[in-house]
């Protein structure tokens, strides 16, 4: 792999979804196997990876408060099934030969370390996957502000935000609107005015402050997350740098 990677440090964001593979719940193995290749590719290029999971596919604390539950309450569930689906991670990591920690935002000692900021950078220069569980640890938030808090925290150089189906960010949601345009690139500000959903306006913020650059990209091209590694351009790159159009369109 002769290949120099464009990071040192990165920090993967997996939804819930990006673990359902083609099932309309939970995790499917295969597609959990695949995810772990490719972060197994990406290591081999001696580039450090953290990732934070979410639990779209078990548990939405939204959905909890929708029917009547205490939002903080439903919100602690979906922290939770975070941590199954970290468990679930590491299993996969670890089977293709990855050394991987959970550090857990909420206490869960018998399965997971505690979050430790110093720890994680340690397992990371010890060249161990990190994964983190539980979120920010608090209620009301999203596993996307996890993930802009701990690649700050941990100083890693990019967030990788996978998507499932979609290449990207677009003008108007491409579910819904199939002329949709496609953005190749587009500023922390632009995506906030325009409310474009690459992640929630929270974590969207606490990225556009600290010039933390995001890379969206479709979850389905297993070449994806190699790629955005190795410099090339793939998907959408959300950075300080405010496009010069973008509303332009390119392709569908
Ligand atoms: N959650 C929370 N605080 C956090 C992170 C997550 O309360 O810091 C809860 C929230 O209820 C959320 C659920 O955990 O709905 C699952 O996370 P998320 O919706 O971000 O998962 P994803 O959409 O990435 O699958």
């Not at 979804?17 to 001696?46: F, H, K, N, W």
């Not at 150089?157 to 290449?167: D, Q, Y």
């Not at 969206?216 to 405010?242: H, Q, W, Y």
Request: glycine content about 8%; aromatic content about 4%.
């Amino acid at each position: 792999m002769a290949t120099e990677p464009a990071f040192k440090r990165i920090l993967l964001k997996l939804s819930g979804e990006a673990l359902m593979g083609d099932l309309p719940y939970g995790t499917d193995p295969a597609q959990i196997e695949r995810i772990a290749s490719q972060v197994q590719t990406v290591r081999q290029r001696g580039v450090e990876v953290a990732l934070v999971v979410g639990a779209g596919n078990i548990y939405r604390g939204l959905e909890g408060a929708a029917k009547g539950m205490d939002r903080a309450t439903a919100d602690y569930m979906g922290m939770l099934a975070t941590v199954l689906n970290a468990l679930t991670l590491q299993d996969a990591l670890e089977r293709v030969g990855i050394d991987t920690r959970v550090l857990s935002a909420m206490a869960v000692t018998e399965v997971a370390e505690p979050y430790l900021r110093r720890r994680a950078i340690r397992h990371l220069e010890k060249d161990r996957a990190v994964i983190f569980a539980a979120g920010t640890g608090n209620p009301f938030f999203t596993t996307d502000t996890a993930a802009a808090l701990r690649a700050l925290e941990i100083h890693a150089e990019a967030i990788l935000m996978a998507k499932n189906g979609v290449e990207g960010v677009y003008d108007a949601d491409p579910n819904e609107h199939p002329d949709a345009g496609f953005l190749p690139e587009i500023s922390h500000r632009q995506a906030i005015e325009k409310g474009l959903r690459v992640m929630d306006s929270t974590a969207l913020s606490l990225c556009m402050d600290n010039d933390l650059p995001i890379y969206v990209f479709n979850m389905a091209d297993e070449r994806n997350i190699d790629r955005i590694v190795c410099g090339e351009r793939v998907g959408t790159l959300v950075s300080s740098k405010p496009a010069s159009d973008p509303a332009q369109k390119v392709g569908t």
